[in-house]
Nanobody
Framework: QVQLVESGGELVQAGGSLRLTCAASGRAFNTYTMAWFRRAPGKEREFVATIIWRGGSTYYKDSVKGRFTISRNNAENKVYLQMNSLIPEDTAVYYC?????????????????WGQGTQVTVSS
């Protein structure tokens, strides 16, 4: 069992940076695939970034490559999303998710555990 709580979402100017944090609990955390998804107003939830357990491979949505970085600190049971060079199109509620699986990790259906979300708003 895994419980997830996101934090760090704020109002920020275009070109600025934010660091989102996902605090996790549960004994299986260190072996779980972790990911960030987001849902913009009027749109479906979409994949943003994922990191395989034990700090393995990472995958990103094409539009955030080079701007966002996902990382994890297993000792502190935390996952981070560093977001740089933010643009208004990044405005969304960002969700942390966890999965015991290591395949099809960009797919929402693979994740049974979800946080409540944190709002990121990028103004222009």
């Amino acid at each position: 069992q895994v419980q997830l709580v996101e934090s760090g979402g704020e109002l920020v100017q275009a070109g600025g940076s934010l660091r989102l944090t996902c605090a996790a609990s549960g004994r299986a955390f260190n072996t779980y695939t972790m990911a960030w998804f987001r849902r913009a107003p009027g749109k479906e939830r979409e994949f943003v970034a994922t990191i395989i357990w034990r700090g393995g491979s990472t995958y990103y949505k094409d539009s955030v490559k080079g701007r966002f970085t996902i990382s994890r600190n297993n000792a502190e049971n935390k996952v981070y999303l560093q977001m740089n060079s933010l643009i208004p199109e990044d405005t969304a509620v960002y969700y942390c998710a966890a999965s015991p699986l290591t395949f099809d990790v960009t797919q929402e259906r693979q994740y049974p555990y979800w946080g409540q979300g944190t709002q990121v708003t990028v103004s222009s």
